[in-house]
């Protein structure tokens, strides 16, 4: 086990982003700072990211290394097309791994941290920030698996979800896609220090290609890098700023984000565990400049 070199100051936030079968490495990553005896005292995230913050937030890191060491028996790609709202793939998968957190009152009793999950209401294109927080004492916006989800229904790919929240009954899908307003680190309110976790490296969105199939690979990553840009320069502009440190994979993850096999996550999902080693030995080298 990786010892840290300095302690990170709490409270601790910790913001995840989205990335399809990217977030392998993601899953990775978080396992072995979670062995490492890290604790995190808020957690922020979504599409891929809100997943693996509900897995830190409930216990259940192992189960998700296995979601994608096994892709290839989960098939997550499962054909279900449907045209209300369009998509082409079902999202049986997600509700079958998501069952244990369908019972939002045994929820409320399980939950260890604060999480924050972000989906984009479709009506009018906002950017909604669900929380759940232990017994439900600083607020608990349910159904906590239908928003999970939904935050990953990526539009045309995965159907969006219809749920009630404040504004009534309301389709949600994908907060990572972006709305009428970029992300914020809302939910990481008071953290003194905040880690990012997310796959795409600063270089990847300087690429330009003409290139059909690498253009897909590279505009989801944009998409993400774009958002968590936003929302660390946001935070840190702050008056009292938490220090933000941002860990990306050392390596371009060569495949896409509904590349879900095994013998794409599995790899990711090692680096992940690497790559954080590398970060408790040496944490000031990802700290973001003000």
């Given at each position: 086990?990786?010892?840290?070199?300095?302690?990170?100051?709490?409270p601790?936030?910790?913001?995840?982003?989205?990335?399809?079968?990217?977030?392998?490495?993601?899953?990775?990553?978080?396992?072995?700072?979670a062995?490492?005896?890290?604790?995190?005292d808020?957690?922020?995230?979504?599409?891929?990211?809100?997943?693996?913050?509900?897995?830190y937030?409930?216990?259940?890191?192992?189960?998700?290394?296995?979601?994608?060491?096994?892709?290839?028996s989960?098939?997550?790609?499962?054909?279900?097309?449907?045209?209300r709202?369009?998509?082409?793939?079902?999202?049986?998968?997600?509700?079958?791994?998501?069952?244990?957190?369908?019972?939002?009152?045994?929820a409320?009793?399980?939950?260890?941290?604060?999480?924050?999950?972000m989906?984009l209401r479709?009506?009018?294109?906002t950017?909604?920030?669900s929380?759940?927080?232990?017994?439900?004492?600083?607020?608990?916006d349910?159904?906590?698996?239908?928003?999970?989800?939904?935050?990953?229904?990526?539009?045309?790919?995965?159907p969006?979800?219809?749920?009630?929240d404040?504004?009534?009954a309301?389709w949600?899908?994908?907060?990572?896609?972006?709305?009428?307003k970029?992300?914020?680190?809302e939910?990481?309110?008071?953290?003194?220090?905040?880690l990012?976790?997310?796959?795409?490296?600063?270089?990847?969105?300087?690429?330009r290609?003409?290139?059909?199939?690498?253009?897909?690979?590279?505009?989801?990553?944009?998409?993400?890098?774009?958002?968590?840009?936003?929302?660390?320069?946001?935070a840190?502009?702050?008056?009292?700023?938490?220090?933000?440190?941002?860990?990306?994979?050392?390596?371009?993850?060569?495949?896409?984000?509904?590349g879900?096999?095994?013998?794409?996550?599995?790899p990711?999902?090692?680096?992940g565990?690497?790559d954080?080693?590398?970060?408790l030995?040496?944490?000031?080298?990802c700290?973001?400049?003000?």
């Amino acid at each position: 086990m990786t010892v840290m070199a300095e302690p990170l100051r709490r409270p601790l936030g910790l913001a995840l982003s989205g990335g399809g079968a990217l977030g392998a490495w993601q899953a990775g990553a978080l396992w072995a700072l979670a062995e490492a005896g890290l604790y995190f005292d808020k957690v922020l995230g979504f599409s891929a990211g809100a997943l693996a913050g509900a897995t830190y937030s409930f216990g259940m890191l192992e189960d998700l290394a296995s979601f994608y060491r096994d892709a290839d028996s989960r098939r997550v790609l499962r054909l279900g097309p449907g045209l209300r709202p369009p998509h082409l793939f079902s999202n049986q998968v997600l509700w079958e791994a998501l069952k244990p957190l369908c019972d939002d009152a045994a929820a409320k009793r399980s939950i260890r941290c604060s999480l924050t999950v972000m989906t984009l209401r479709v009506r009018d294109l906002t950017t909604v920030y669900s929380r759940f927080t232990p017994g439900g004492e600083g607020g608990w916006d349910g159904p906590l698996a239908g928003r999970l989800v939904a935050s990953c229904a990526i539009p045309g790919i995965f159907p969006a979800v219809r749920f009630e929240d404040r504004e009534g009954a309301a389709w949600h899908l994908d907060g990572g896609v972006g709305g009428r307003k970029l992300m914020t680190m809302e939910g990481l309110d008071g953290c003194r220090d905040i880690l990012v976790l997310e796959m795409v490296r600063p270089e990847e969105v300087r690429i330009r290609t003409w290139n059909p199939s690498l253009f897909f690979k590279l505009r989801g990553r944009h998409v993400c890098r774009r958002q968590l840009d936003h929302a660390v320069a946001r935070a840190l502009a702050g008056a009292e700023a938490p220090r933000v440190f941002r860990l990306a994979p050392s390596r371009f993850l060569d495949f896409s984000m509904l590349g879900f096999s095994s013998r794409n996550c599995v790899p990711a999902l090692e680096l992940g565990r690497k790559d954080a080693g590398a970060f408790l030995a040496s944490p000031g080298a990802c700290e973001a400049l003000r």
